[in-house]
């Protein structure tokens, strides 16, 4: 099946129970890598951020990134984790071809981090499954975050492989979760969310396409009340959040079918071939034995109990929680909130512009509905907005103040955004400064009364609908400029209504 269907097509495992963990891969963003002082950066020329030590050169020794534990304790502060007094460095033993000195310096039995977990937030499902989550709230708990190097990254031509050794040490926290998460849906809700928070803790761009992110999923199948899980199939390197939700929808099928026809599942590893929409063997029976972990001799453990305590202090407001500060504090809708909340920089541009805002919701408004289509339209993100959160929360006081209407506004904000100006001088070239004063205005309505008996008639008949007829009338007579709404209150008074 091509993985065009598989993105949207239910997985069939109506007979057995799924079991979903993710190990998620995820470069910390630090100026150097994490056992030598070599660059870390993204699209430099092949093979030319490297050194002894990175290279795994006889004699080179490791040296500790301390931004990058860190960020790792960061990471697991802001997720609940346990942070132990003492972790330790441990040496994974393997054929690694994109690692120069075929084995990788990481943790094994004494992490940075154990325990705690990653809250699903609502929008972090795929659209087409956000109006029918399983179990809304829900946390997927982890088992432990370590720290360890990046390999290096291959590419596969046709008659060869070329290796680029930039990557190679680069510092890679390693997010293990319990076997928690039930259909490919909560996977993709917990790759979105765990990512949102990682970019509001300043711990990683996250970005997969640059492979800062990348994700190994871990998926068995058991009979509905078997307690033991299935055969564990591990599905490796996946880089997209699409990928990932149409492996786990493929695998699902391929093991219901091979389990409805007999065939046992055995413990392995299995590659996503995205373009053919399926799932291919790579190995057989796999566990930490077959790494011979043994401590890494030339590294020291680390004695996190003074950094725990320094760290706390930094831990950021998480999404979850300024979702609800804003429902609270500003009266905008728990989706509205959700949808501001989502992004760091929308978040800070949306509090700026309703911080002492008369209608804070009415900004909200503007941000979600006018201005996020502007931005998109010109292909700029809300950092590069060329309408100043100040010069929104100055437009929206314009329209509850009554000093222009809804439609001017749109004039006006359309005006922002060509030429970054505020509101007040736009409202001034314009002409849209609306009549408020109450005795030319009364002039005007006592006009439009005498020109319409008939309609003064039905009113006093009780049809009060007619009120409207007559703003329209007075504001025709104003050429725009009245306060519709002040129009309204005195037409309503004079009337006795």
């Known amino acids: 099946m091509g993985s065009a269907t598989a993105a949207t097509s239910p997985a069939v495992a109506t007979d057995y129970e799924v079991t979903i963990g993710l190990e998620v891969h995820v470069q910390i963003n630090t100026r150097s890598k994490m056992f030598c002082p070599c660059e870390v950066r993204y699209g430099a020329p092949p093979n030319s951020l490297t050194c002894p030590t990175c290279l795994g050169l006889p004699g080179a020794l490791p040296v500790l990134n301390r931004r990058a534990i860190e960020k790792t304790i960061l ?109 490919a849906e909560e996977a993709v809700a917990y790759l979105n969310s765990l990512r949102q928070i990682l970019i509001y803790g300043g711990v990683s761009d996250a970005d997969m396409e640059k492979g800062q992110m990348r994700c190994d999923v871990n998926i068995s199948l058991r009979p509905r009340g078997q307690q033991e899980y299935g055969a564990k199939i591990e ?13 786990i929808h493929h695998e699902i099928r391929r093991q219901t079918a091979e389990l409805r026809a007999g065939i046992a599942q055995v413990q392995s590893t299995r590659r996503w071939d995205d373009d053919l929409g399926e799932t291919q063997l790579m190995r057989t029976k796999e566990d930490a034995h077959d790494y011979r972990y043994f401590p890494d001799p030339d590294l020291p453990p680390v004695h996190s109990g003074r950094l725990r305590e320094e760290i706390a202090r930094q831990v950021p407001e998480l999404p979850h929680e300024k979702a609800a500060r804003f429902a609270s504090d500003f009266g905008v809708s728990d989706y509205d909130a959700g949808v501001l909340s989502a992004d760091r920089e929308l978040a800070d541009y949306f509090e700026q512009g309703a911080t002492g805002a008369k209608a804070p ?28 959160a100040a010069h929104l929360r100055e437009l929206t006081d314009l329209v509850e103040s009554g000093a222009i209407s ?23 070239e314009k002409g849209f400064e609306q009549v408020s004063d109450t005795g030319a205005l009364e002039a005007m309505i006592d006009q439009v009364i005498a020109a319409n008996p008939d309609k003064i008639a039905e009113i006093r008949a009780g049809n009060d609908k007619v009120v409207n007829w007559l703003t329209g009338q007075v504001m025709k007579a104003s050429r725009g400029k009245a306060n519709p709404k002040l129009v309204t209150d005195l037409l309503r008074q004079r009337l006795g209504l």
């Open 235 to 247: 599905l490796k390197n996946l880089n997209s959040v699409g990928g990932v939700r149409r492996s």
């Open 406 to 428: 809804n439609n001017q506004a749109k004039e006006v904000f359309a005006a922002m955004v060509e030429s970054g100006s505020d509101p007040a001088s736009i409202v001034k």
């Open 361 to 388: 919701k009415r900004v909200a408004n503007w941000v979600l509905n006018d201005l996020l289509g502007a931005l998109n339209a010109q292909g700029l993100g809300i950092a590069d907005s060329p309408v100043g």
């Open 75 to 183: 990471t697991g502060l802001m997720l609940e984790c346990r942070i132990p007094d003492v972790s330790k460095w441990d040496r994974k033993n393997y054929f690694y071809p994109d690692m120069p000195k075929n084995y990788q310096i990481s943790q094994f039995d004494l992490p940075l981090c154990s325990g705690g977990g990653v809250p699903l937030y609502d929008l972090c499902y795929p659209k087409d499954a956000q109006k029918s989550i399983a179990h809304p709230g829900k946390t997927v708990r982890l088992t432990r975050i370590h720290l360890e190097e990046d390999v290096g990254k291959s590419t596969h031509h046709a008659g060869h492989t070329s290796i680029d050794f930039n990557r190679a040490g680069t510092p890679l926290m390693e997010i293990v979760s319990e076997p928690d998460i039930a259909s």
